[in-house]
């Protein structure tokens, strides 16, 4: 078996420099504990969330109507939470290939995965876990994309003297939604939302843009300040698509696509990072059935409950965005009104 590792490819967005949605669902807590990483979620990696926020429907703000009742999750350094998942399978001997894959073939046996460095490598079953790039998906695969939403990021450090909540705070704006969230070690990670198309002309030359864009919100900016950050000194401007893209072909001969290369959701349900990880484990143990017992029925469930789960992610996507009526004339919004399968 071959994982795929993302695989950056070049285009309109630097999907290399951090990654934008820090939180980590409690619904990913049992699928740490049955990788036993839990006990990776340290002060290195992770805070534990304190809630989650939101001016969304009117300027009122409360404890998100979308999480209420919720047990708490977590904010993660994602990268450090990543590397000790890397360095606990150094420990039990996994070997791993740090090569870009560059392209594909099928035989009756198996998969062929030819590799940047000229290599090559032969499997019976690949995983591909290459996010929203899937890199197996080919043209007897229908990626759908359902929008057109790219988030504009920066990560900063807080003063020493500055303590912060560990909450995430989203904020409904015409153009799109603020999103903002205390990771570990005093940084906060400051977010907008919106469409490719609608993204204001100069914005990724000028951060002085978004710091405008970001002073005429009800909470962003009044915490902003109260944290000492200005987004027009941002460190730096990230871009990364965060559209929502499908597939009803999780399984095909020789391949389990699993995360988003299965399927990539709007990051505002919050629950990527969980479901990364349930669906991992799900195509680990659908190879497991299908090399050891040639029993595809795990495979076949797999890819059942993950488009049953997409299925229900999109009822409460429409749902979270129909709930806003303030924007109702404003593109961002009106795409967003009708049933997600009618875009």
């Not at 912060?164 to 153009?175: F, G, M, N, P, R």
């Not at 843009?209 to 909470?219: F, I, K, M, R, V």
């Not at 993950?306 to 229900?312: E, M, P």
Request: charged residues 20%.
């Amino acid at each position: 078996m071959l994982r795929v590792r993302d695989v950056q490819r070049s285009g309109c967005f630097d999907l290399s420099a951090h990654r934008c949605g820090e939180t980590l669902s409690f619904r990913a807590g049992p699928h740490l504990e049955t990788l036993g990483w839990h006990g990776l979620l340290d002060a290195e990696t992770a805070l534990v969330s304190q809630g989650s926020y939101s001016v969304w429907g009117n300027r009122a703000l409360r404890r998100s109507v979308f999480h209420q009742g919720e047990m708490s999750g977590w904010h993660i350094d994602r990268y450090r939470l990543e590397a000790r998942m890397a360095e606990t399978l150094e420990v039990d001997g996994v070997s791993r290939v740090f090569c870009e894959a560059r392209q594909f073939s099928r035989s009756e046996t198996g998969i062929a995965v030819e590799l940047a460095d000229r290599s090559s490598v032969n499997t019976r079953l690949l995983v591909d876990c290459s996010g929203r790039s899937a890199v197996t998906a080919g043209p007897a695969v229908t990626l759908r994309r359902l929008d057109k939403l790219v988030a504009c990021y920066s990560v900063f450090t807080l003063d020493e003297n500055v303590e912060a909540i560990s909450v995430t705070l989203v904020e409904a704006v015409a153009i799109g939604w603020w999103y903002m969230s205390l990771l570990p070690r005093g940084r906060m990670l400051v977010g907008l939302f919106t469409d490719s198309d609608l993204l204001p002309a100069g914005l990724r030359k000028n951060a002085g843009l978004c710091a405008d864009l970001a002073s005429q919100t009800t909470a962003i900016s009044p915490r902003l300040s109260s944290l000492g950050m200005d987004l027009a000194a941002a460190p730096e401007l990230h871009f990364a698509a965060a559209s929502t893209v499908t597939t009803s072909d999780l399984v095909e001969p020789f391949i389990i696509r699993a995360g988003d290369a299965a399927s990539a959701l709007d990051p505002l349900g919050a629950n990527g990072l969980a479901t990364a990880l349930w669906s991992g484990i799900q195509a680990a143990e659908s190879v497991v059935g299908l090399l050891t017992q040639n029993d595809g029925t795990k495979a076949v469930r797999y890819q059942q409950q993950f488009l049953q789960g997409i299925a229900s992610h999109l009822a409460a996507q429409t749902a979270m965005y129909a709930s806003e009526h303030r924007f109702i004339d404003a593109p961002f919004w009106q795409r967003r009104r009708g049933p997600w399968l009618e875009n």
